[in-house]
């Protein structure tokens, strides 16, 4: 494999790893609700990370990555997320808004279904242990 496909590659399994974050009730729990001082986290936070992995799967150099209707499914949940962003402008964290939260899990588990992965794909830490699907 070619370094620049390996690196491809990286940020494909990162976008994965990042959607769980947001696609896993159980996750949140460990990092947001029982969050000790070295491993936390918070809803915006979450979401702000995956907007780049989002951004970059859009570029012409990784779009090999994923078929068309996978590269449409991601471009909607982007948008999605942008809009869930600027309409909700407070200083109150995403995940402190159940109804809001609730659509982004549920985006996050249908795109992550859509690519071919599912919750069960990770460990509780959010690394892919199903490497061999990428």
């Not at 947001?32 to 989002?54: F, H, M, R």
């Not at 402190?96 to 509780?124: A, C, H, Q, R, T």
Request: glycine share 2%; charged share 30%; aromatic share 10%.
């Amino acid at each position: 494999m070619l370094l620049w496909e390996n690196k491809n590659v990286s940020t494909k399994k990162i976008l994965l790893e990042r959607l769980f974050e947001l696609a896993s009730t159980e996750y949140q729990k460990k990092y947001i609700d029982n969050a000790t001082t070295d491993k936390y986290t918070w809803g915006d936070e979450l979401v702000n990370e995956i907007i780049n992995p989002l951004e970059l799967i859009q570029r012409p150099e990784n779009k090999y990555l994923f078929d068309n209707n996978e590269l449409l499914a991601i471009k909607e949940y982007k948008n999605k997320l942008d809009t869930i962003c600027k309409n909700n402008n407070t200083d109150t964290d995403l995940y402190e808004m159940p109804e809001i939260w609730n659509k982004i899990i549920i985006s996050s588990v249908n795109l992550l279904n859509l690519l071919g992965y599912s919750i069960n794909d990770f460990d509780e830490d959010a690394k892919l242990i199903a490497e061999h699907k990428i």
